[in-house]
C-alpha cells in the first residue's frame, strides 16, 4: 500500500497550529485566576501641599531621515521609428538596384562597343581585299602589258633576222607570224580594254546603285549631322535582294532602319547588262550617307 508522506511545506504549518492552540489554553487559565482574587484594599495619601510637578524630560529631536536615494533608471534605447527604418530600407534597395542597373548598363556598352568593333574590323577587311583584288588586277594588266612590249621587241628582232631570208619566203613567214603576233597584241589589248571597261561599269552601276536608295531613302526628323550607314547586301542576277545586314552603324538606330527600308524599296537593283560584271554584284558593301562623300 502507498504511505501518505508530509510535505515539507505542511510540517511547519501544523507545529504553528498547536502552539496557538497551547497559548490560547495559558491566556485561558490565566483569565479564570485572576478573576477568582478578591479586590485589594483602596488606599490613600493624605498630602498637606502638592509636590511640585516633576521635571519634565528634555526630548530630543530626532534627526531627520535621510532621504533614500532614488534609484537612476536608464532610459530605454531609442527605438527606430517604423516609418523611417522602412524609408532607410526602400532607399537601401533602391541604390542597390541603381548599382545593379549602372552595372547592366556598362555590360551592355562594353558588349555594343565590342560588337561595333568587329563590324569595323570586318568592314576593314573587306576594303583590304577589295583593294588587293584591285592591286592583282592592275599587276595582270602591267603584266600583259610588259610581255606586249617584249613581244614588240621580239618580233622586231625577227623580222630584222627574216630580211636576210629570201624576200617572198621571208614575207611570208613574216605576214604570218605578224598576223599572229598583232592579233595577240589586239586580243591583250581588248582584254586589257574589257578590264578597265569592266571595273569602270562596276563602278558606274554601284553608284547607281546608292542613288537609288538615296531616292527611297525617308530621313527621320530628328538625325543629326551626316551619317554614314554600311549594309552587306546579297544581290540576286535579277536584281532581287536576298539578304540585308548591317555592318556598320551609324551610331542612330532610326537613321540605320530608314536606310534599310530604302534598300528594300529600290528593289530590283540596277545591275550592268555584261554578265562578268553582273556577278561582281552577288555580294555588296553599300556605305549610304545623306550626303554622298567622295
Known sequence: MREDKASPGRLPAAILAVLV?????????????WKSHPPAPVMADLWEALPPPPARPVVQPRPAPKPKPEP??????????????????KQKEREQKQRQERKQQAQLAQQKQAEAQQRKQQLLQQQEAEQRKL??????????QQDAKRKQDELKHKQEALRKL????ARDIMNKELANETSRLRQAEQ????????????AAYKERIRSKIASMLNLPENM?????AVFAVTVLPSGEVAQVKLISSSGQPAYDTAVERAILKAVPLPLPPDK??????HDLVLPIQPKQEN
Not at 592583282?136 to 594588266?141: M, S
Not at 629570201?166 to 619566203?169: A, I, S, T, V, W
Not at 582584254?191 to 562596276?202: D, F, T, V
Open 72 to 89: 537612476v533608471v536608464e532610459p530605454p534605447p531609442a527605438q527606430p521609428r517604423p516609418d523611417i527604418a522602412l524609408k532607410e530600407k
Open 224 to 228: 543629326v549631322g551626316n551619317p554614314k
Open 191 to 202: 582584254a586589257s580594254r574589257l578590264g578597265a571597261e569592266q571595273a569602270k561599269m562596276e
Open 166 to 169: 629570201n624576200e617572198q619566203q
Open 135 to 144: 592591286a592583282e588586277q592592275e599587276k595582270q594588266q602591267q603584266k600583259q
Open 276 to 281: 562578268t560584271v553582273a556577278a561582281r554584284f
Open 21 to 33: 492552540h497551547l497559548l490560547f489554553i495559558v491566556f485561558l487559565i490565566f483569565s479564570v485566576n
